[in-house]
C-alpha cells in the first residue's frame, strides 16, 4: 500500500511505525474472513481492511471523524486477522497508533469520557475492585443472573487453597494482575501448587500489580507506562537475583508484558531491563510443556475424567500465537476434548469491550458458547480471567482456568 503520512506525524516514532505496518497491506482481504465484527456486521469498515484504510486516510491529514471512531472503537483487538495474513500486517500495533490519533483529535463526550476514565480508575486500582466484588458476592441474591453467574465461585470463599510461595532453589515470579486477585484467586494457588511439586517456588513481588493493559487499550497511555515501568522495578531485584521467569495465568497479560520491551524501547532507563522481561515473560502453559515430562509421573491413572470444551482466548493464539498446546496438555491429562466450531472467533470479552460495547459482545458471547457447548461438555475450560467471566455469565456450566483442572488431578494421586 501506498502512503503519504501528514507532516505533523510521519517522522515521528508512530509515524514511522504505521507507516511500515501500511506499506505491508496488500488490500488481499483474508483478513475479513476471520474477524468477529466483519461476521456480525457485514460492514467493510468493520473489518480489518476497512479500518485500515481509515487510518491511512487519517494519518495522511484527512478529516478525522466520529465514524472513523466508532469503527474503531468496535474492533476487539483480538489479532485474529493477524494470524490470518499472509503480509504478515502488525494490525494489533496500528490500531493502538490510530485510536491514540483519534482519542486526541477527536475526543469524547462527557459521558463517554467518564466511563472510561472510571474503568480505567476501579479496574486496575486494586482495592476498589476488589471491595466492589466482595460486596457483589454479598449482594448476590438481589443481583441480575448473568452477575450471579460471574460472581459465583465453584467451590466456597473458605474451602480456596491460600497462594502459599514455597521455597526452592529454582524460583519463578508470578504478575498479580488487578482483577484476578478478586475475582479467581485460585487459579494463582492452582498454579503455586503445581510448581511446588516438581521444586519450583513461584513468588509474587512486592510492588508488582496490574500489568498495565486496561489502561493501554483505553487509551490512557500515560497510566499504562507507570503501571508497566512498576512491575519492572518491582521484578527486577529479583530477576538479578535468578528468578527464571514470569508466568502470568491471564493470556491477555500475557500479550502485555510480551510488549514492554517495545513500549519503551525508546526510554534510556527502561529499555534494556524492558527487552529482557519481555524475554522473560512466560504463559502458564509454556511453563508447564516445558515440565510435562517431570510432571506427567505424578498423575493418576485416568479414571474417564468428563468432556471438556476448550475456549482459547484471542490472546493466547493470536496475541501469544500458542495454539494448539493447551488443548494437547488436557488430552494428555485424559479428558476428551470436544470439537468447537469456529475456535479462532472471539468471545466478546476483549478487556473493557463488553462493558462499552455490550450489543455487539453479547452476540459474540451467545455464538460462542453455542460453539462450546454444541458437544456437550461437562467443563468449559479456557486461559484468561476476562474470557472465563465474561462466558461464565452466560451459562451454568462451570467454566474454568485449565491449570485448576491440572491442580485437581494432581491432588487427585494424593487421595490415592
Not at 505533523?8 to 507507516?19: C, H, L, S
Not at 531491563?273 to 522473560?280: D, H, P
Not at 515440565?291 to 493470536?318: M, N, V, Y
Request: charged share 20%; glycine share 8%; net charge positive.
Amino acid at each position: 500500500m501506498q502512503t503519504n503520512l501528514a507532516e505533523w506525524i510521519k517522522d515521528t516514532p508512530a509515524g514511522k511505525e504505521a507507516d511500515a505496518i501500511l506499506r505491508m497491506c496488500v488490500h488481499c482481504g483474508f483478513c475479513t474472513a476471520t474477524c468477529p465484527t466483519y461476521q456480525l456486521l457485514g460492514d467493510e469498515l468493520d473489518g480489518p481492511r476497512g479500518r485500515i484504510y481509515l487510518m491511512k486516510q487519517m494519518l495522511e491529514g484527512n478529516v478525522v471523524t466520529k465514524k472513523t471512531q466508532l469503527h474503531l472503537d468496535r474492533c476487539l483487538t483480538c489479532r485474529s486477522c493477524e494470524t490470518t495474513c499472509p503480509s504478515g500486517v502488525r494490525y494489533g500495533r496500528l490500531v493502538d497508533i490510530g485510536r491514540a490519533v483519534v482519542e486526541e483529535k477527536v475526543g469524547r463526550g462527557p459521558w463517554e469520557g467518564f466511563k472510561r476514565r472510571f474503568l480505567n480508575w476501579s479496574l486496575t486500582s486494586g482495592t476498589p475492585f476488589a471491595t466492589a466484588v466482595a460486596v457483589g458476592r454479598a449482594m448476590r441474591p438481589l443481583l441480575p443472573s448473568t452477575l450471579k453467574r460471574k460472581l459465583a465461585p465453584r467451590v466456597a470463599p473458605g474451602t480456596w487453597p491460600a497462594f502459599e510461595p514455597s521455597r526452592h532453589a529454582r524460583r519463578m515470579l508470578v504478575l498479580q494482575g488487578c482483577v484476578q486477585p478478586s475475582l479467581l484467586p485460585r487459579i494463582d494457588a492452582a498454579t503455586a501448587r503445581v510448581l511446588d511439586r516438581i521444586g519450583i517456588a513461584l513468588e509474587r513481588a512486592p510492588g508488582s500489580g496490574c500489568c498495565g493493559a486496561v489502561s493501554h487499550h483505553l487509551d490512557f497511555h500515560d497510566d499504562a507506562l507507570a503501571f508497566v515501568k512498576r512491575n519492572i522495578d518491582a521484578w527486577w531485584p529479583e530477576v538479578e537475583q535468578g528468578a527464571e521467569a514470569i508466568v502470568v495465568t491471564a493470556s491477555g497479560c500475557g500479550v502485555m508484558v510480551k510488549d514492554y520491551g517495545h513500549l519503551l524501547r525508546d526510554d534510556p532507563a527502561y529499555a534494556d531491563k524492558a527487552a529482557k522481561i519481555s524475554a522473560l515473560a512466560r504463559d502458564v502453559s509454556e511453563v508447564i510443556a516445558a515440565e510435562w515430562e517431570r510432571i506427567r509421573p505424578l498423575l493418576p491413572a485416568a479414571d474417564a475424567p468428563p468432556k471438556i470444551a476448550f475456549h482459547s482466548p484471542c490472546t493466547l493464539q493470536h496475541g501469544l500465537k500458542i495454539k494448539g498446546g493447551v488443548e494437547r496438555l488436557l488430552a494428555d491429562l485424559g479428558y476428551a476434548l470436544t470439537p468447537v466450531a469456529d475456535a479462532h472467533l472471539c468471545c466478546g470479552s476483549a478487556g473493557t469491550y463488553s462493558i462499552l460495547q455490550p450489543e455487539l459482545s453479547e452476540q459474540l458471547k451467545t455464538n460462542k458458547l453455542a460453539a462450546l457447548t454444541a458437544g456437550a461438555p461437562a467443563v468449559i475450560a479456557s486461559a484468561n480471567v476476562g474470557c472465563i467471566t465474561h462466558l461464565q455469565g452466560g451459562t451454568d456450566l462451570p467454566v474454568r482456568h485449565w491449570i485448576e483442572l491440572l491442580d485437581e488431578r494432581l491432588a487427585a494421586t494424593d487421595r490415592h
